[in-house]
Structures are given as structure tokens and as C-alpha cells.
């Protein structure tokens, strides 16, 4: 097997609290902690979490926004924040981001058209004809007329500026798609076109995908391997089918029985929710021990203390659980 | 407060029902000229004690509906048509003053934001004590007592400690079941929820509709809830109404309409939303197209430019909502009668 395409070994994101006129350091923010993942070509990996537990600042320290406090991020086996000017140049043309507000991510005075140019001027394409014919040919793929190119972003509406967000990541033929929750901003009839817009893309172009998002229904159809993030660190990995047929740990079976439901409807089942009240944790003061104490039901003495290592349930799965360890040792 | 209605018109059986809307049009008279007719022609009935789901995409009207009961619509929207009959009365025809009693009291909302909702600068055993103070004058302790009465209700038990903080120093989900509680202090009879769990956690959202069936059960008051999102409807509610461009495309039981939809449209939201459910094929079935501009709506069906199985007829006229038997009505002339949800996803 190749190497894989990003893999991120150990991964730390802490910010520093500053106070008072010497702008002394108080505390530190650990809003990412110790991430460990690979991602292999043509795979998509869908991180899930919920609002607050880091995702959008790990997707920066990916794309090369924010350098990690901790850690290395390798694409194609070279760290990124090693690379020289040249070499960074090269990678932000095969790494791209979808943010997740079409709106705000589009300049408001650029038409679709200098927007997409933009991206190509940057990376030195000169032709003219050539960058022209590239956005015409962009715009078809992503299922939008070329005459829009000449519209400006209030002109569009949401599901469209959404696709030229996808097609901007798109003219240069990315290997990698990191997307930052890129339908949850849409009207609930536009996000399937989405979503299959970005699984067609994927088949013909054979690009990775890091998927974004923040509950375990939307992607289902799209995810190969998945991975729960909670207060900076991942509960849970494995492949789709492991996630949703048998998930371990306390925090993924909560997010599987809170997810929409058609047939729980149908069956009339309740409301039981594993979980206690409260929000998840301030990332300048996480808990001791395992993160998810706080509101965990099952939570025993030594989760306060000891923090659980990543313990393989079946192989590709891992789950970081006291508890879950203790049952698969018996 | 609890008049039971002279007007008995109607062949229901009429002390059952809390409230029954009837061709309600709300429109909004733009400045350029344009109307936008939000809310065209809605219709429904919600028994007491019943749970009534209406879905949508924005700009479906959904909430405009709900701000028309309350006669909160902002300028420049206008009811144009129809009757709101609560309770016996049209809310229409009461006096601003008759109108204010009821705002409350009897019919609450719930407000998508719980950030905003909240004057910041005001405590929040404030808030809910001027909720109460608006209707009715009663001693402190009394009203202390209700203050305290209502947040037991959403299953908030350190209420000592609450009433005295800002709003600000609670998580977005707790002050929304704080806002829950603020709206049942008077017990209303119907409680309007538009879109209480959009913008929260996963986790959040399951906590606040937790509370909202707590509440219900122990007040056995009516609950309209608003939202986009089908699992929150399918767990949630007795009735589901699913509008499109302002009018009421499908409106039936929730499990009819779950497992086997009759409007095109229905059936293609269930086909196309993400759910938690295997389905049988990797690609979700999408609607082709955009909901349409709501200045001019296409005539005949709103739908049929997205309409897979649109004919010569829907182009011309405005499909009504009809019975279909069933206590189930559609608004289509060709309604899918073979089709089912379980043909998508694999129910277990």
C-alpha cells in the first residue's frame, strides 16, 4: 500500500490566555489535543463533533493557517510547516477548503468569475483562453450554467453559491477536499444535491476527503471511516459500518440516538437520552482524567484520574474508554 | 379563561379543538411594489393536547404562520384572508387589548435564538417574573412561587442560585429551557416552538425536546413546532403539515405520512434528507432545481418545475388540499399512492 495522503501525528492546538498590561500568560486554551489520524488516497474521512470541540481549528492547522503547538502534519509524507515558499505553494493547490457560509466566503464584489480567477492567478497561470475555458468547464461540472459567471454572489442563491465554493476548490484539481460542514448552511431540499454533487466529483477526480460535520446523519452516505471529536480529541474511530452498527463509546451512542430519525418516529420511541445536562467542556479548563466525565453516565472512579488510551475493539476501530477497554479484556 | 365556544359550525366535535386555521393569507406589500405572498391559503386544525409538526424549507412561510396566530407579523406583512378561530374565537376580529391578554397567557413562542432573546442586562428571575407580572398582580411570593413552579417544569432544580445570574452566564441549551419556562408560566394552551432546537448540538437539541414532551405531558397543553428538520418532527409530534412556497402541500397523521407520503414533494424530502437510516442505494435522491423566488411564484402548482411527475394540468391551476380519505389531505392532482419510505431506506 502507498502512503497514505495527510496523516497527522500527534497534533496539539493550545492558545495562550493573556491578562493585564504585560500581556502575562494565565492559562492555556487546549482547543485540540493530541490528534492522530491517516488519510489514504481517494478515501473521505468524516469528523464529527459538535459545535466547540475544535474541528474548524484542526482543519486550519491542516490547510497551513495556524502551525500546530504541537505535533506534524504530513502530506504526501512531508511535514507542511517545513516546506519552503515553493513547496507551500504546491500544497495549496492540492489541498482545498469548502467552507461551511457560502455567502461570507465569497468576496461580495468579485463577480463568480474573478472569484474562480483568483485562484488560478495565484497558483501563475497566464492564458487567459486557458483560465477561461478551466471556470467554464468548472461551472459545467459542478451543475451551474457558465453565464453565471458574470453574476455577482447576491445574485445567487444559497445552494448555488455553495457550488461555486465547491467549484473554486475544484479549478485546480485538488488530491485533497477538506470540507468545513459544507451543507449545513443549505436548505434542507438542496442538501442531497450537494452532498452527491461532492460524491460524483470525488468518483471522477479520485480525490480524498476530510468531511466536516456535526452530527452522524449526513454522513452516512458519503463517509468511508469515521472519527468522533469531543473537547479536542477523538472518542472514536473506525470504519462507517463499525460506527453505526457498533459503536462503543458512551458520547457515540448519545450521538446516534439523538441524530434524525425517520424509524424512530415510525416505532414511537422516546426520548432517553445517556447523558448529562451540562455542555461539553471549556477548553481552558478541561477535566482531569477522560474529557467526557463530566457528562458521562457511566462515568467510575478512575475517570477522573487516569486518562484512557485508544483501545482497538475490532481492527480499524479504536475507542478511548475506560469502561469500553475493561469489557473487551474480559 | 376557559370559555367554551358558542359558534358551533363546524362538524367536528368543536370543544376538542384548540384551534383551527382556515385559508389563512398573510402577505407581505413590499416598497417596490411586489407582493410576497408568504403564507397563501393554510389550513389546519389542532385538536387539544396534540402535537402538531409543520416542516419546511425558509421561506415556506412556516413562521409567518405562526406570527399570523399571534398577530405579531412585522410591517410590511399583512393578514390578508382567512380566520384563526382559538378557542372559539377568530384572534382576527379581538381588539389589540383582547389581543395582548391572550399573547402569553394563552398561546406562547418560543424564539429560534435563545442568545438573543434575552435582555442581557436583566436577571433571569426578572425576565420570568415580569412574564407573569404582564397578566396578572400578585404578591412576590406568589409570583416567586410560579417563577420557581415553571422552572421545576423544564427540570431545572437549583433554581435559587438561577434566578439571581444573567443570562449570559449559561450554555445556549440551558437558557433555551429557561425560555421554555418563561413561556409556560401561565400554563398556556398552546405553546408555538419555531425552530427551538436549529443552531444548538446535537446533544442539545435531544435535551431541549426532551424538555418540551416533559413539559407537555405534565401541562397537557397543544404545541405547534416549526422546524426543517424531519427527525425532529417524526419524534415529536401527532400531525405533521408540510408547506411549500406558502402553501400547505401534505397535512396527515405522522405515521401515514412517514411511511408512505402522498405529494411529491414529501416523498422527495424523505428521499433526499441525510438520516440516520442505512438506505439502499449510496446516492441520495435529490430534488432537482431551487425553491422559487417568492415575488413571483410560478403559476399553477409552486412545485411542478421540481416536479418529477408534473402534468399539463399542474402548470394551470393551483391544486387545493384535498381529502383523501384517511383524515389525510394532499394538495396535488396526482398524489403517489405506492409509494413507501421502507422502498429507500432500510427500516429495521
Redesign the interface.
Known amino acids: 500500500m502507498s502512503a497514505p495522503i495527510l496523516e497527522i501525528v500527534n497534533v496539539n492546538k493550545h492558545y495562550p490566555i493573556r491578562k493585564g498590561f504585560f500581556n502575562k500568560q494565565v492559562g492555556l486554551k487546549q482547543v485540540v489535543n493530541c490528534i492522530n489520524f491517516k488519510i489514504e488516497d481517494g478515501e473521505t474521512v468524516a469528523l464529527v463533533g459538535?459545535?466547540?470541540c475544535g474541528k474548524s481549528v484542526l482543519l486550519r492547522t491542516i490547510i497551513g493557517l495556524e502551525p500546530p503547538t504541537d505535533g506534524r502534519i504530513l502530506f504526501r509524507e512531508k511535514d507542511i510547516y517545513k516546506k519552503d515558499k515553493r513547496g507551500m505553494k504546491e500544497f495549496r493547490k492540492k489541498v482545498q477548503l469548502i467552507f461551511q457560509n457560502a455567502f461570507t466566503a465569497l468576496h461580495p464584489r468579485f463577480t463568480i468569475e474573478q472569484s474562480l480567477e483568483e485562484v488560478l492567478l495565484l497558483t501563475g497561470m497566464k492564458d487567459r483562453k486557458k483560465r477561461e475555458q478551466i471556470i467554464i468547464d468548472t461551472l459545467k461540472k459542478v451543475g451551474l450554467d457558465p453565464v453565471y459567471r458574470f453574476r455577482y454572489p447576491e445574485q445567487l442563491?444559497g445552494?448555488?453559491c455553495q457550488r461555486v465554493i465547491i467549484a473554486r476548490a475544484l479549478v485546480e484539481q485538488p488530491d485533497l477536499i477538506l470540507a468545513d460542514e459544507p451543507?449545513s448552511s443549505l436548505?434542507?431540499?438542496?442538501?442531497?444535491?450537494v452532498?452527491?454533487l461532492l460524491?460524483d466529483l470525488q468518483d471522477e477526480y479520485k480525490m480524498s476527503m476530510l468531511f466536516v460535520a456535526?452530527?452522524?446523519?449526513?454522513?452516512?452516505?458519503i463517509a468511508s471511516k469515521i472519527m468522533i471529536m469531543y473537547a479536542g480529541t477523538i472518542l472514536e474511530s473506525g470504519s462507517s459500518w463499525e460506527i453505526?452498527n457498533n459503536a462503543q463509546h458512551p458520547y457515540t451512542k448519545?450521538?446516534?440516538?439523538?441524530?434524525?430519525?425517520?424509524?424512530?418516529?415510525?416505532n414511537e420511541?422516546?426520548?432517553h437520552?445517556d447523558?448529562k445536562?451540562?455542555?461539553?467542556p471549556n477548553p481552558d479548563s478541561l477535566p482531569k482524567g477522560c474529557l467526557f466525565n463530566t457528562r458521562c453516565m457511566y462515568s467510575e472512579e478512575r475517570c477522573f484520574h487516569e486518562k484512557p488510551m485508544a483501545t482497538k475493539v475490532v481492527p480499524g476501530h479504536f475507542v478511548s474508554c475506560h469502561l469500553v477497554k475493561q469489557m473487551i479484556e474480559e | 379563561m376557559g370559555e367554551v365556544s358558542k359558534v358551533n359550525t363546524h362538524q367536528d366535535n368543536q370543544s376538542d379543538v384548540l384551534l383551527e386555521v382556515k385559508n389563512l393569507k398573510t402577505y407581505f406589500y413590499m416598497q417596490s411594489g411586489d407582493v410576497v405572498r408568504a403564507v397563501d391559503g393554510v389550513d389546519f386544525i389542532l385538536k387539544k393536547g396534540s402535537v402538531l409538526g409543520i416542516i419546511g424549507e425558509s421561506g415556506s412561510g412556516k413562521s409567518v404562520t405562526s406570527r399570523s396566530i399571534l398577530r405579531i407579523v412585522d410591517e410590511p406583512g399583512k393578514v390578508v384572508g382567512g380566520e384563526i378561530i382559538f378557542k372559539g374565537k377568530n384572534v382576527l376580529e379581538l381588539s389589540e387589548r383582547e389581543m395582548a391578554k391572550i399573547r402569553g397567557a394563552q398561546i406562547s413562542l418560543i424564539f429560534q435564538d435563545p442568545t438573543t432573546s434575552f435582555n442581557p442586562y436583566i436577571k433571569i428571575g426578572e425576565h420570568l417574573s415580569e412574564a407573569y407580572r404582564v397578566h396578572k398582580k400578585d404578591s412576590k411570593e406568589n409570583i416567586k412561587r410560579h417563577v420557581i413552579d415553571a422552572l421545576k417544569m423544564v427540570g431545572i432544580s437549583n433554581y435559587e442560585d438561577i434566578l439571581n445570574r444573567y443570562p449570559c452566564e449559561f450554555s445556549a441549551g440551558f437558557r433555551q429551557r429557561i425560555f421554555i419556562a418563561m413561556a409556560m408560566i401561565f400554563n398556556p394552551a398552546l405553546l408555538i416552538a419555531d425552530e427551538p432546537t436549529t443552531n444548538l448540538g446535537i446533544t442539545i437539541q435531544a435535551e431541549i425536546i426532551e424538555a418540551l414532551i416533559e413539559v407537555k405531558e405534565r401541562v397537557g397543553n397543544s404545541v405547534i413546532i416549526i422546524t426543517h428538520d424531519f427527525g425532529v418532527v417524526s419524534q415529536f409530534s401527532d400531525d405533521i403539515l408540510v408547506m411549500y412556497a406558502g402553501h400547505c402541500v401534505e397535512y396527515s397523521p405522522k405515521k401515514d405520512l412517514l411511511l408512505n407520503p402522498k405529494h411529491p414533494y414529501t416523498v422527495g424530502l424523505i428521499q433526499s434528507v441525510p438520516l440516520l437510516e442505512a438506505r439502499k442505494t449510496r446516492r441520495l435522491k435529490s430534488i432537482p432545481g431551487f425553491p422559487p423566488d417568492m415575488v413571483n411564484i410560478p403559476k399553477g402548482c409552486p412545485f411542478a418545475p421540481r416536479c418529477a411527475y408534473k402534468q399539463e394540468k399542474c402548470n394551470q391551476e393551483l391544486p387545493s388540499l384535498k381529502n383523501i380519505g384517511g383524515s389525510r389531505k394532499v394538495a396535488c392532482y396526482y398524489p403517489l399512492y405506492d409509494y413507501h419510505t421502507s422502498d429507500d431506506l432500510k427500516l429495521g
Open positions: 459538535e459545535s466547540g442563491s445552494g448555488q451543507i436548505d434542507v431540499s438542496l442538501q442531497a444535491q452532498l452527491n460524491m456535526h452530527d452522524l446523519a449526513i454522513v452516512r452516505q453505526y448519545v450521538l446516534l440516538k439523538s441524530a434524525p430519525s425517520i424509524s424512530k418516529g415510525i420511541e422516546g426520548f437520552l447523558i445536562v451540562g455542555d461539553t
